[in-house]
């Protein structure tokens, strides 16, 4: 199940990379169309199917919409911005989960930017792994899978009601809380990777950091102990080290060192400053 928001023809892109899956008899795709008043469509896609969940704008909404369209034991959640092999599913369950796995965490690979042609953004969130699953894996206690790869049992997403669906982020790291609270597990499965196409542009990148340092404040006021901000003044100091490494860095000609010297600083301060923000759709498009 996957939410989308763009253009038809991006639309029309992801159609298409998903009906490259290969998929088992009771097997479906549904594409949750998240636009204003977006509304359920025909697709020349055999078990492909676009929905319109236009009603509130969240992705968390769409994936909600997007599962109560089916009925298989597994939903198996990507995101838009992800390429997935043909044979994801056969990856996931190649090994049986456990009795009380609620949770499958695949793999996400950030796309290979080379340093010829990459833009900076796409470069440094390359390097950084950015969206690697192993992130939000290290914390035992806080552990999560990011649901632009991820599997959850329909027993478990239920027994916990589903997606928050009222926030733009944090929504996955919730669900994966309320799904271990309730008694189930997480397991992981590197082998089930996606390829994640990076922001193109350094200014979109640390958008997307704020919104979601806005969702890791939300967390940790639902989730006393999660995703603790760090202290400003210590924060400070480190971005202007970062800075000069950078600095240094560039005269010297290491163009990757310099990107991570000193885009670092401006990436994190986006993600603290982002905690200041409402986790909240705006209001013209929150209805």
């Known amino acids: 199940m996957l939410p989308f928001r763009g253009s038809d023809e991006q639309l029309r892109g992801v159609v298409e990379r998903l009906s ?130 991820a599997a959850v049992r329909r027993a478990a997403f239920d027994q916990v009601g589903g997606f928050e669906e009222r926030v733009r982020s944090g929504g996955d790291a919730d669900l994966c809380f309320r799904v271990r609270a309730a008694g189930w597990e997480l397991e992981r499965r590197e082998e089930a990777a996606v390829v994640h196409r990076n922001r193109q542009t350094v200014p979109r990148m640390l958008a997307q950091r704020a919104r979601h340092g806005a969702g890791a404040a939300w967390l940790a006021q639902r989730w006393p102990g999660a995703l603790p901000r760090r202290r400003w003044p210590g924060l400070a100091w480190w971005s202007v080290r970062r800075a000069a490494s950078g600095m240094f860095a560039l005269v010297r000609g290491d163009r990757d060192a310099a990107l991570l010297g000193l885009l670092d600083g401006p990436a994190v301060w986006a993600f603290e400053l982002g905690r200041l923000i409402p986790n909240r759709p705006p209001p013209r498009l929150g209805r």
């Open 20 to 149: 490259a899956l290969e998929l088992l008899p009771g097997d479906s795709v549904t594409i949750a169309d998240n636009r204003p008043g977006a509304a359920d469509r025909p697709v020349d896609r055999a078990r492909v199917r676009v929905i319109g969940a236009g009603e509130r704008q969240t992705s968390y909404h769409a994936r909600n919409r997007g599962v109560a369209e089916g009925s298989a034991p597994w939903l198996v959640f990507l995101d838009a911005d992800v390429v997935p092999p043909p044979d994801l599913l056969d990856r996931y369950f190649a090994r049986a989960p456990a009795e009380r796995t609620g949770v499958l965490a695949g793999a996400v690979v950030d796309e290979q930017a080379t340093a010829s042609a990459a833009t900076a953004a796409a470069r440094y969130a390359w390097l950084k792994s950015s969206m690697s699953q192993e992130i939000t894996l290290a914390d035992d206690d806080w552990a999560f899978a990011q649901t632009a790869n």
